[in-house]
């Protein structure tokens, strides 16, 4: 949606704050009360709702792997390009409580399991960013040890490229992923990826 | 009958119990948890498999290897030039000394010399790092014990930092701005005023670290006398750094063995004497004042004179030169396309890093890619003294522990 | 007199129904996934053994005990330092009384030990 | 840098108290000063060297290293140093792969445990007596020595526009 800014005129604005002390006294009565409320009212639905709430109450779970942790962890810590902005800064360290991961480093077959077993932990509806080259492919790092890219067994939101990424780049993620949030939040991964039928047998 | 609450809380668990007790031994009580791969307070992906006794921690097992990238045979399979990217993101705070080691390593291979204002361009930017590893390590650390507002002040000021090396080489972390045989390119004309503006306002920043946290009484009960090591075994398990400086032994690299014009400035080794958390922060923060000093030293002795060395056959020919002259253009080719090639043989070179003594060993067999890259990094081998220190403590003194030994992962898993 | 307790049931009543709304909106209004990994204990990352029989040692309870004991205490004092000047010096003394007789429990339990951690 | 004469004066006290075959060679080559040791007598060497008139009290680092071309392929390097002469010095010897078995020197630097398990993690040395020979940095059930130079490198093949055909997508 599109921002449109139009120059509010002086008298114009003199006249709304009046009926709003008017209406704050109880004195706007009939039409000029049913007008003073229609205009500022927001019809929406549930969903959009929903939606915009969760997009600005996004809770990213504390997960440090390696370079681009540091610059994960200056992201949010640092005053001069922080999280708090976008309603992110909330860092949380369980994933019970959280429902952003945010890869950042390199992810070693050793981890790739405790990854997967988190991501499952998470609170539903979740979203992954992959930060880093070295999470979204296997970056420099095309040996043995290393996952080339954390899409193998996770599904990934967004991708930021960059070794590591500067804050403003992931910052620009978030920005991203809060678009994409107000799209289509709701599908579990298995709907976005056409993965029927690959539930775990209880 | 004797007074319940004086008797040690064992023996009064003992009695509480269903289980016959006997001479069996207590271990059934002990608790083994995971302080593992995913944790606040682990600095990264360590995992501690700690063995409790209620609050008190009997035993910790630190495993590694959650964030191995097998950097070492990577760089067996790049050029030299190429395996520095490499290395610097091994201890990913203290990226100019991976670099350093490995410079001087591959540098005494060839046995070239690197010139004089390359070698104080590399110091300025040695401690700047210092500066910046030490500021993120008292931050999180810091925030490991419950002052988050150390967090905020360390990254705002180590952002400062960060600018600084964004303008000198380009990028903020991992800049591979040190070349074999001297500094990539020359620093901006700009670079000078801003380090000095840095250089005054440091100090002042440093005395508000020390005022918000050493007089603060939960600070002071946190980490005095906590997670004491002697000095006998910290020697012992090879440990260097701030941590071995804590207990008392001034071991600094940049004194005992001065390497790349470190004898030209004069600066103090701070020491601790119990050895316990609230040295090591000390010794941190009092590092970073020594670190100031030689940044003003290097700058005021800043030489003339190229930052690279002349050897062709390992720096790359200034641009304007290769319209005009063909050797330039055939060692622009051979560096371009080839790299350098290294005579035979094996070099060990270690730099004073901020977590301890960083060594790297270098076999080459005269191809242009090293046949052999190791990093000694010295949060691998602090690790081994977790367990020393942790023993018989407080889960809370467990994780100050922690907090200051600063273990950097990536270094550790290499 | 009913009149005067009004206020008092709807500030009740809406703070009930807030409680409610939030702790079931989730419920309702979330996505429902249960998986098998989901339901497990989460122990930093890895499988965890944890069973649901854990023992701690009396320490911890001991400290809880305490905690309560000095906690009440407190939220007595709250009602009293609210009205402290409309019911006079009758309630000053009455609360010195009352301080003082949890101060010889505090004094007793400090000298036996029980605030160090063992 | 103990110099070259100070090499060889080293190499000959050793070969007088330990044994006179345990030293194989003295390298020194741009101030590092390496001895080669015969595999056998290592631990005996390192602890001369530990407690000899100039004493090396430290061992900074050990590490192994695949020289695959020549004959004993697998080597181990014990890089010593002593604080009070500022001088490191560097053991070294050399294993066959067929079943390298090298005595451990915990007990006479604590600092090798966790050095000592990466080598084995990733060179397949076997240090007897050791603790806890596990693997240190892959996963346990880890098969093959991953640093030895027959080791593929592993990874992915990089996809290019020719050879994108090749490989087939994770979701088709």
């Avoid at chain 1, 390696?66 to 976008?86: H, Q, Y």
């Avoid at chain 1, 609170?123 to 899409?151: H, Q, R």
Wanted: net charge negative; aromatic share 10%.
């Amino acid at each position: 949606m599109e921002v449109t800014r139009t120059p509010v005129d002086a008298g114009d604005l003199r006249v709304r704050q009046l009926r709003a002390q008017q209406m704050l006294r109880g004195e706007l009565a009939g039409k000029d009360l049913d007008e003073f409320v229609e205009e500022r009212l927001l019809f929406t639905t549930l969903e959009t709702a929903q939606n915009w709430a969760r997009k600005n109450c996004l809770f990213p779970l504390g997960f440090g792997l390696a370079c681009c942790a540091i610059e994960m962890i200056t992201v949010i810590g640092s005053p001069r390009n922080d999280l708090a902005r976008f309603g992110a800064e909330a860092i949380r360290f369980t994933p019970r409580q959280a429902d952003l991961l945010i890869l950042s480093g390199r992810v070693s077959i050793k981890m790739a399991p405790i990854i997967r077993r988190l991501y499952d932990q998470m609170l539903e509806p979740k979203w992954v960013i992959a930060m880093g080259a070295c999470s979204s492919t296997a970056g420099m790092f095309n040996n043995y040890a290393v996952v080339a890219g954390a899409d193998k067994f996770l599904p990934i939101d967004i991708y930021v490229p960059g070794c590591p990424p500067r804050p403003e780049a992931l910052i620009y993620g978030i920005m991203k992923l809060q678009d994409k949030i107000m799209g289509t939040p709701d599908m579990g991964w298995r709907e976005r990826y056409r993965a029927e039928g690959t539930e775990e047998v209880e | 009958m004797t007074d319940p609450l004086s008797v040690p809380y064992r023996e009064r668990e003992r009695s509480v119990t269903m289980e016959p007790m006997g001479e069996e031994p207590t271990h059934h009580e002990l608790f083994t948890i995971n302080i593992g791969p995913h944790h606040p307070a682990t600095h990264g992906v360590l995992r501690l498999l700690t063995t409790l006794e209620g609050e008190v921690v009997r035993d910790v097992k630190p495993i590694i290897g959650y964030v191995h990238t097998g950097i070492e045979k990577s760089c067996e399979d790049q050029q030299y030039w190429k395996a520095i990217t490499f290395v610097e993101r091994m201890d990913y705070l203290a990226y100019y000394s991976n670099a350093h080691a490995f410079c001087m390593a591959v540098e005494t291979l060839l046995g070239i010399k690197v010139p004089r204002r390359a070698q104080y361009l590399r110091v300025i930017h040695s401690e700047l790092g210092r500066i910046a590893s030490h500021l993120f390590a008292l931050a999180t650390g810091a925030l490991d014990i419950g002052a988050i507002t150390m967090l905020w002040w360390g990254c705002r000021d180590r952002d400062l930092v960060l600018d600084l090396f964004e303008m000198s080489s380009g990028q903020r972390i991992h800049t591979r701005y040190f070349q074999v045989g001297g500094v990539m390119e020359d620093i901006p004309p700009g670079f000078e005023q801003k380090v000095r503006g840095f250089l005054e306002l440091m100090p002042k920043r440093i005395d508000q670290y020390e005022a918000l946290l050493d007089r603060n009484e939960i600070w002071l009960q946190r980490t005095k006398n906590t997670g004491i090591l002697s000095q006998q075994r910290a020697l012992e398990l090879g440990v260097t750094g701030p941590i071995l400086r804590s207990t008392g032994h001034p071991w600094d690299l940049r004194k005992a063995t001065p390497y790349s014009s470190y004898e030209d400035f004069d600066f103090a080794v701070p020491v601790g004497s119990v050895g316990d958390n609230y040295d090591r922060f000390k010794v941190r923060l009092d590092e970073m004042r020594e670190s100031v000093k030689i940044i003003e030293q290097a700058l005021d002795g800043l030489p003339e004179g190229r930052w690279i060395t002349d050897d062709r056959k390992v720096a790359l020919p200034p641009r304007h030169e290769l319209a005009t002259s063909m050797e330039a253009l055939i060692h622009h080719f051979k560096l371009v396309t080839e790299g350098f090639r290294v005579p035979p043989g094996e070099a060990y070179e270690a730099v004073e890093s901020p977590r301890g003594e960083m060594g790297c060993f270098v076999v080459a067999d005269g191809s242009s890619k090293p046949a052999r890259v190791h990093m000694r990094d010295p949060s691998f081998v602090n690790l081994q003294a977790l367990p020393d220190m942790a023993r018989d403590s407080l889960i809370a003194d467990f994780i100050a522990c922690v907090a200051m030994l600063d273990p950097i992962l990536g270094g550790v898993d290499r | 007199m009913l009149k005067s307790y009004l206020p008092a049931l709807v500030f009740l009543l809406l703070g009930l129904g807030v409680g409610t709304a939030f702790t079931f909106a989730n419920h309702v209004l979330g996505p429902k996934r249960p998986g098998r990994v989901k339901s497990e204990p989460y122990e930093s990352g890895l499988p965890s053994d944890v069973r649901r029989s854990f023992r701690f040692g009396i320490s911890f309870y001991l400290i809880a005990m305490l905690f309560i004991l000095f906690d009440i205490e407190v939220v007595f004092l709250y009602p009293v330092a609210l009205q402290l000047d409309a019911l006079g010096t009758f309630a000053l003394v009455e609360t010195v009384i009352f301080v003082v007789l949890l101060l010889v429990a505090f004094v007793f339990v400090w000298r036996r030990g029980a605030l160090e951690w063992k | 840098m103990p110099d070259a004469t100070g090499l060889e004066l080293i190499a000959q006290q050793v070969r007088e108290n330990v044994a006179d075959e345990a030293v194989t060679g003295t390298m020194y080559a741009r101030e590092q000063a390496t001895l080669e040791v015969a595999p056998e007598h290592v631990r005996e060497v390192l602890a001369f060297l530990r407690e000899a008139g100039e004493p090396w009290e430290n061992l900074m680092s050990l590490h192994g290293c695949d020289y695959l071309p020549e004959e004993p392929r697998l080597g181990v390097h014990y890089q010593l140093l002593s604080m009070e002469r500022c001088d490191r010095l560097c053991v070294k010897t050399r294993l066959g792969v067929d079943d390298p078995r090298l005595p451990t020197v915990i007990d006479l630097f604590p600092t090798a445990d966790f050095q000592e398990r990466e080598v084995f993690d990733m060179f397949g040395v076997f240090f007897e007596g050791h603790p806890d020979m596990r693997r240190i940095l892959m996963p346990e059930d880890y098969e093959g020595f991953p640093q030895r130079r027959d080791f593929p490198m592993g990874g992915e093949p990089v996809l290019f526009t020719f050879n994108e055909g090749k490989f087939p997508r994770w979701y088709d």
